[in-house]
């Protein structure tokens, strides 16, 4: 590898790793690369089948260099986009996913001397699966309605916002154990989130007030914090369910009313 080519991959892994300690850690601990004593990998070493589940203070800097994984490429197989945003209790691959490679056997033979060559085949488009269903029931965490939509693929809008009055009660959707209560993710403000088995998660963000630390045990319709404008310019609920650490449309599970 040539030495401008080197510098290049050099400051993509610093800058992610950067990027990573700044957006992505819930609680603030300096000095990441040196805490683990690790420098960067520079080849990958997937571990097929394996997975990992996030811990409160990781990053995604962390678990990668601790598993032999460059940043970039944890984030890339996991899906996760910058700001490379990451809960407790999100399970990550530690391998690629997606489709196998086409085998030999499928490989299309040659066209024959002097004949054209085939277009291949149009395939149909995959239609979007449906979502899959919890194993509980959700509830509404604020009585306000409907102002801001889930935008599949949208970093900016992976949930829904709830308006309402500040102090208006923000309750659990769902059975569960508060994983993170506090400030420490930017854009979300004053955030609560709720593990509610190995599966799934719900955040609720803009709070003004937190009622729950966390290990807390919460009941659906527990109220766990007060609606507010922490970190937006009005009061509403930011409200986000992730099933396996990726975001599904709450409208899709809540129920109508």
Request: aromatic share 8%.
């Amino acid at each position: 590898m040539s030495n401008g080519r080197w510098r290049i991959v050099v400051a993509v892994a610093l800058a992610l790793a950067l990027t990573a300690c700044a957006s992505s850690r819930v609680v603030s601990r300096a000095g990441d690369a040196r805490a683990t004593g690790q420098a960067p990998v520079r080849v990958s070493q997937p571990k097929h089948g394996a997975t990992y589940v996030v811990q409160r203070g990781d990053t995604i800097y962390r678990i990668a260099t601790g598993n032999g994984i460059t940043p970039l490429d944890l984030a890339l197989w996991n899906g996760i986009r910058a700001p490379y945003t990451i809960y407790p209790g999100q399970r990550l691959n530690l391998y690629p996913g997606g489709p196998s490679r086409p085998s030999a056997s499928t490989t299309r033979p040659a066209s024959r001397p002097g004949s054209s060559p085939r277009p291949a085949p149009a395939r149909p488009s995959t239609p979007a699966s449906a979502p899959v269903r919890a194993p509980f029931s959700w509830r509404w965490p604020a009585d306000g309605g409907v102002i801001e939509r889930f935008v599949n693929g949208d970093p900016t809008r992976q949930g829904i916002g709830i308006g309402g009055n500040a102090g208006a009660p923000v309750r659990a959707a769902a059975d569960g154990t508060v994983v993170y209560s506090g400030s420490g993710l930017v854009g979300y403000g004053e955030l609560i989130i709720v593990k509610h088995d190995d599966n799934w998660l719900s955040a609720y963000g803009h709070n003004r007030a937190r009622l729950v630390n966390e290990g807390a045990l919460v009941k659906a319709g527990q109220q766990i914090g007060e609606l507010g404008r922490s970190g937006t310019s009005r009061d509403k609920l930011h409200f986000e369910i992730r099933y396996n650490g990726r975001p599904v449309d709450p409208s899709l599970y809540l129920p109508p009313r």
